[in-house]
């Protein structure tokens, strides 16, 4: 049986790790390397890292399995204790992400190990790496139709579970999205900016390529945007990144020369990237500027499945494209 954690279901805790009961967490993430957590699983070293924390590999020497461990410290760099909105920040992490983690195309929280000074997250583990590096380095998705297909049709499953409990990712973007199965099976991971707001007022919430124009405007005219249409915004970048490698601009804003061609111009993006009709038509409803008037991720769905060809053979193109980059750590 679960245990309930302010009103939510959260998985059950674990013995703090042994080497941690009666020591100080230590002050570096590369000093938990080789820390075990309860008996049998051992941190064998930093997969990556971040604002929200460190993400380690774990063996478990009993079953020689292979697992992901988030640890979320408890203390900021400087030894103060967090506060409690950074508190409030972790636990809404944890509770969203294992609320959502029973579905195939969602990262499983297996277990959660709690230490004075660490909270260990222990995660399915997926070797394969994250979707930003499986794009720019392997080459694996972009003008791959049918993988594109594949591997997009799973993220919006995962999206349109999420939506279905009123979770709101907040951070897509292919840095949050895993691999496996070479490049077969995709997997929502990260849900440290998620929220079940259906209405937020935290503008500027994610990362720039991905937000929607609602999201970025911090004047008065909005003081809310709704999370859902933001999470389909979020969305259609990663639909372009699949299938040109390429991000559509660096913002959506007027400020973007990119972007404010587009808005002059709806087939504009056809112009700069190897877009097929069908798929600059569906890039249309879902970069559609009004929220209120934005595909569904239900609606999205059946297009992309419907969507025959997504990239067009590459012609002479009028304007260099804008590919993907590093993106900087997400805005709290």
């Keep these: ?58 063996i478990d020497h009993l079953t020689q399995t292979w697992y992901a461990v988030k640890a979320l410290s408890k203390t900021n760099s400087n030894g103060e204790p967090l506060d409690r909105r950074q508190r409030e920040f972790q636990s809404r992490e944890i509770q969203l992400h294992y609320a959502a983690s029973a579905h195939p195309n969602v990262v499983s929280m297996l277990k959660i190990v709690d230490d004075p000074e660490c909270t260990y997250v222990v995660l399915e583990y997926c070797p394969e790496g994250d979707l930003f590096s499986n794009i720019t380095e392997r080459g694996r998705y972009v003008s791959n139709d049918a993988l594109v297909r594949q591997a997009f049709l799973q993220i919006l499953n995962a999206v349109e579970h999420c939506h279905r409990l009123g979770i709101y990712h907040r951070d897509l973007k292919p840095e949050n999205i895993l691999v ?12 440290g900016l998620a929220t079940t707001d259906s209405e937020s007022e935290d503008h500027g919430c994610g990362s720039t390529f991905y937000m929607s124009p609602e999201c970025l405007d911090q004047s008065s005219r909005n003081a809310s945007y709704r999370c859902a249409p933001n999470d389909i915004w979020s969305l259609g970048v990663i639909l372009v990144n699949l299938t040109c490698g390429r991000n559509p601009w660096k913002q959506a ?57 997504f990239s067009a053979p590459p012609q002479q193109l009028s304007t260099p494209p804008t590919y993907i980059s590093v993106i900087s750590p997400p805005a709290s």
């Design 253 to 309: 804003s007027t400020e973007d020369s990119t972007y404010k061609a587009f808005t002059r111009n709806r087939d504009f993006l056809k112009t700069i990237l190897p877009l097929s009709d069908e798929l600059n038509e569906i890039l249309g409803m879902i970069f559609e500027r009004n929220p209120e008037k934005r595909i569904t991720v239900s609606e999205l769905k059946q297009r992309i499945i419907e969507c025959i060809h």
């Design 180 to 191: 496996s199965h070479s490049g077969n099976q995709v997997l929502l991971a990260d849900f």
């Design 1 to 58: 049986m679960h245990n309930t954690f302010h009103g939510q279901i959260t998985p059950p805790p674990s013995p703090p790790p042994q080497s941690q009961q009666a020591s100080r967490c230590p002050p570096t993430p590369e000093s938990r390397i080789g820390i075990f957590l309860g008996q049998s699983l051992e941190l064998k070293g930093i997969l990556g890292t971040g604002a929200y924390g460190v993400v380690y590999s774990a």
